[in-house]
RNA sequence: GGGCCUAUAGCUCAGUUGGUCAGAGCGCACGCCUGAUAAGCGUGAGGUCGGUAGUUCAAAUCUACCUAGGCCCA
């Protein structure tokens, strides 16, 4: 008699090979026939809310792996809170205005660009942006992510561009927005202000010249023994036609100063670079004085070399020692730091030179002459006046217009700003800071360090595409107009025809019928400035947060790359106190970036990129999603193929452990058959507790974003606990019982709640297959149609005392050891099969009181899976003998098993057969004889 | 150059307020099984915690510096 024939075993159609890159389209196909995500959000309306606000991807190029790790841990987030039982929406959007796709189009234009309307570009634009929106649309569902896909925001509708000028004409009518100078690349050719995009960078050659400035007034001796008649601030700049417009000397506060004396003058520079000047000077007969720090020299005024103005000695850490003499030329008109430093001391933006290069009329001296060709006049006046201490030429890195290729210059031009400072606007800004939770809470620091050190918010562009920055000024009178009507005008045509129509209409036409400024005046120019993108996506929380009977205001939370610590969090911040005097969210999650294997950042050149779309071609989705979770993205997390197949291989396992449940449940009805739990053998209800144990880390782990806490946590339990514990072990009697056996019904029962469980509990992680599993899960017909309109397993009443799993751990610990004994005979080629062994234990008194119960219910053997144990008082007549280390007093010794091998469950018995199952022990003829009844 | 952050076995992660020989799983090696079978089980070998110098009776855990790397600025 063939017994096997006689044994359930195993039997299910779900495939060990998953498959995933031809099964994963047909499951989201599964997704959206029944339009799962419509389903849970019918399901969610009237439950508490968690209002998750997604960040707007640009709406550029395919999605990179930073895109798809963001997405899926929002998914997660999403999909988990869900389960929970809150009403947790997902609605996507897109940054779609801005730079990189108005250059995209111009490319795409080449030299036809000029003859381009403004309205044209715009449209080109849209289009773009559009198809863009839709790539990348696509490319997000295929991650298995989500989302109200069918009803996106972005920031070129028509809507949302009316709350852009809407949130925007608040912070006008508050009077917080003002015309302000900054400095820009500005091309004199082309006439144009340059973003830092546009700038090329290539070597040009300029003057290199030190000036000496004379001390006028604040001198108190802070270096011994100078004259202050007779001495000078040196200062060094290779744009002698910026000298004009110099308004201050800057020194580092820390540096040391001394002075440099020479034919009776005193020359003060940073005293680690006076040596080299000497020599690069040439001075023989020069002499180093004594010293003092930068900021002992604060207050000391100069006198500008060739203009009748004072130029005062003031303090930036921006200087440095590496070229020069550490007292820096500063015109805060032509240059960044300069230009922040200006601020701080209150300087003028003044800027002498007008659109075309030109000095203005108002330069002594130089004015008419276009910039780069006053540097030799400059030069030589300060040579006859004296106050020229070296010239030389310099080849340097210096920018050039990306069109035209000329040398650009640096020039304040009329920007629009949002002040910082005024009403209290920043110190609210970090106060909302204090108030929100940062995951992680470094993201406090880092936020509000830059929002306490950042200059005004400049809010202007001078590009096409974009939102308007509607301001509509006097032509007479030059009054702003702030009226709210006038802005609720101007809101509702922006929302009726688009942000075009500020460019396509002439100003009176933006206006109420009538409208008439208090001057009494009907001409008004409208601004041809665009707004910061920033601004844009700024303002999300209103367009998205407000109005949508699925959200509400503030976000629970937001979640984006640490990168938004400067970009949207930090304008959303911005704009949300600016006109609500609070965050727009109460928690802000930040993950890391991604890097390649060995942790450097991926880049075409390095040649190390891995892009998102070929993982899902060669591993499946479900892969990226595994590895999002089994990694700590509070960092920079590493991808490579390496940890791909490593995790290709964990799921393997996984999913193994699903197709073991699931064939072993080929004939269980959780309706008819499941075991009550204080019915059950214990060691199954024992499981189902460590799946408890399990359920509530993982579920806690979820609600504080720790995701690869699951990832550890569950796999461990797939193999530590169930497959080389739990089913090891059970296997006996789910294959030899019959089938209708309380003791087979027991393990199927505990088998079936961990099953479903577990597809449950990782369904936000493994999406996908937690899907399939659902599909194939026995009673399914009473069940909701998918995995993720179900709600995690309520385990709560899975109670077990303590001493039991206290008992249990202890037993399983014992196992460890017994397993070790057994591998040194099984080296000795005594045993196999661990059933060949009969196994004896000298026990420790604690252990002993525990094991003898356990013996008493014949249970030990089938726990160790060896055909016998005895308890033995001593083994010290035994040889080889092994002593266990980890558990003192413990020792075991491994002999054959005496009998024969019975035939159908393998365990060897001794007791005398049967003559119907001479080869059967008599345990396997009791469950036949059952089975059979 | 500045701000914030990271650095534990080949890989991914644990290591509570500094205090028993630094843990897990995978991978690897060796072996078993052939009734989860392109599966399953067992045993074993791998780190002195990026480096240096300190604080301390005691440091992976605190401090400083250095190195490598990431984000954001300049």
Redesign the pocket.
């Known amino acids: 008699m063939d017994?096997?024939e006689t044994?359930n075993?195993?039997v299910t159609d779900f495939p060990?090979k998953a498959n995933l890159v031809h099964k994963e389209p047909e499951v989201l196909k599964q997704w959206e026939t029944e339009d799962i995500y419509g389903q849970i959000r019918k399901e969610s309306a009237g439950k508490p809310k968690y209002v998750f606000h997604d960040g707007p991807p640009y709406a550029n190029g395919h999605i990179h792996m930073g895109h798809a790790l963001n997405k899926i841990l929002k998914d997660f987030v999403v999909k988990f809170q869900s389960m929970k039982g809150f009403d947790a929406t997902f609605v996507p959007g897109w940054d779609c205005h801005g730079l990189p796709i108005e250059h995209q189009v111009g490319k795409e234009l080449k030299k036809k660009k000029q003859d381009f309307s403004k309205s044209e570009i715009r449209k080109l634009c849209r289009e773009y942006a559009a198809k863009f929106v839709d790539i990348q649309k696509e490319e997000f569902k295929r991650l298995g992510v989500f989302a109200s896909w069918d009803k996106p925001y972005l920031t070129m509708d028509y809507s949302y561009e009316a709350t852009i000028v809407r949130e925007f004409s608040k912070f006008i009518q508050k009077g917080m927005v003002y015309k302000g100078l900054k400095p820009v690349h500005w091309c004199t050719t082309c006439r144009t202000a340059l973003a830092e995009a546009e700038v090329e960078y290539d070597n040009h050659k300029s003057p290199s010249i030190y000036v000496k400035f004379p001390v006028k007034s604040g001198w108190n001796n802070q270096i011994q023994g100078l004259d202050d008649s007779k001495t000078y601030f040196v200062i060094w700049t290779t744009t002698p036609w910026t000298l004009p417009a110099n308004l201050a000397i800057c020194l580092h506060p820390d540096f040391e100063y001394t002075a440099i004396t020479h034919k009776g003058e005193s020359w003060v520079v940073a005293k680690e670079l006076a040596p080299g000047l000497l020599e690069e000077w040439d001075l023989q007969d020069a002499k180093i004085q004594g010293a003092c720090s930068g900021k002992d020299l604060e207050g000391v005024v100069c006198q500008h070399p060739f203009i009748d103005r004072e130029s005062p000695v003031i303090l930036g850490?921006?200087v440095?020692l590496e070229q020069g003499t550490g007292c820096v030329h500063t015109a805060p008109g032509h240059g960044?730091?300069d230009y922040i430093v200006g601020q701080k001391y209150g300087l003028d933006t003044y800027n002498p030179v007008d659109d075309a290069g030109v000095f203005k009329p108002i330069v002594e001296h130089f004015a008419g002459q276009f910039v780069t060709k006053a540097n030799p006049d400059i030069i030589e006046k300060m040579q006859a006046d004296g106050t020229l201490i070296a010239a030389s030429e310099v080849d340097h890195s210096y920018p050039h217009c990306w069109r035209c290729h000329q040398p650009i210059i640096f020039r304040a031009t009329a920007q629009w700003f949002i002040p910082m400072d005024k009403d209290g606007f920043r110190a609210k800004a970090l106060a909302e800071i204090n108030k929100t939770r940062w995951v992680?809470h470094?993201?406090r620091?880092?936020i509000y360090?830059?929002v306490e050190n950042r200059p005004d918010w400049c809010v202007s562009r001078q590009r096409a595409w974009g939102v308007p920055i509607t301001v509509l000024t006097c032509k007479k009178c030059e009054e702003q107009v702030t009226s709210p009507d006038v802005m609720a005008h101007i809101v509702k045509l922006v929302e009726q025809n688009g942000a075009d129509f500020w460019f396509e209409k002439e100003a009176e036409e933006l206006l109420p019928g009538g409208y008439k400024c208090s001057c009494g005046s009907a001409e008004f120019v409208k601004e041809m400035d665009i707004l910061d993108v920033w601004f844009d996506s700024g303002v999300s929380h209103a367009a998205v947060l407000e109005g949508n009977p699925d959200m509400q205001w503030p976000a629970d939370l937001y979640l984006e790359?640490?990168?938004q610590?400067?970009?949207w969090f930090h304008s959303s911040l911005l704009e949300s106190v600016g006109t609500r005097s609070a965050a727009p969210y109460k928690t802000v999650l930040t993950h890391?970036?991604v890097?390649d294997?060995k942790?450097?950042?991926m880049s075409k050149s390095a040649g190390n990129v891995i892009a998102p779309q070929k993982i899902i071609d060669q591993y499946g989705a479900e892969i990226l999603r595994l590895w999002v979770a089994?990694?700590?993205?509070?960092?920079?997390?590493?991808i490579?193929h390496?940890?791909l197949k490593?995790l290709t291989?964990?799921y393997?396992?996984i999913r193994?452990?699903f197709?073991?449940l699931l064939?072993n449940l080929s004939d269980f009805d959780p309706k008819t058959d499941a075991v009550p739990v204080d019915e059950m053998e214990e060691i199954d209800h024992y499981i189902l507790y460590r799946f408890r144990l399990v359920t509530e880390r993982v579920l806690k782990a979820f609600g504080d974003f720790?995701f690869?806490?699951f990832?550890?946590s569950f796999?461990?339990f797939c193999?530590?606990d169930?497959?080389?514990?739990y089913?090891?072990i059970l296997?006996?009697r789910i294959?030899?019982y019959p089938k209708n056996s309380r003791e087979r019904r027991s393990g199927q029962t505990a088998m079936y709640d961990l099953l479903r469980g577990m597809a449950q509990l990782m369904a936000p992680i493994l999406s996908f297959t937690s899907e399939e599993i659902w599909s194939y899960m026995p009673g399914r017909g009473n069940e909701v149609s998918s995995v993720h309109l179900s709600s995690f397993p309520d385990l709560s009443k899975v109670s077990f005392p303590d001493h039991l799993a206290s008992k249990w751990e202890k037993l399983g610990q014992l196992k460890?050891e017994v397993?070790?004994a057994?591998?040194l005979r099984?080296?000795e080629k005594m045993i196999?099969?661990?059933l060949d062994a009969l196994v004896r234990l000298e026990l420790p008194s604690d252990l002993k009181s525990i094991l003898e119960e356990e013996q008493k219910r014949d249970q030990l053997k089938y726990i160790f899976i060896v055909s016998a144990v005895e308890i033995a008082d001593s083994l010290e007549k035994e040889s080889n003998v092994y002593t266990s280390e980890a558990i003192a007093g413990l020792k075991i010794s491994v002999h054959p098993a005496p009998g024969s091998k019975c035939?159908?469950?393998?365990n060897y018995f001794v007791e005398e057969a049967t003559p119907e199952h001479p080869s059967v022990c008599l345990r396997c003829v009791k469950n036949l004889e059952s089975a059979k009844a």
């Not at 089994?630 to 590493?638: F, G, M, P, T, V």
């Not at 169930?722 to 514990?725: D, G, H, N, Q």
């Open positions: 017994y096997k044994l075993l195993p060990m850490d921006h440095t960044q730091e992680p470094w993201g620091e880092r360090s830059m790359g640490s990168d610590h400067r970009g890391g970036y890097v294997g942790g450097k950042k089994s990694e700590n993205y509070r960092e920079d997390i590493r490579s390496e940890i490593r291989e964990a393997r396992k193994n452990t197709r073991f064939g720790e690869h806490v990832y550890h796999y461990n193999i530590v169930l497959s080389a514990f089913l090891d296997k006996d294959y030899t460890g397993s070790k057994l591998e099984r080296q196999g099969h661990s035939e159908r469950c393998w």
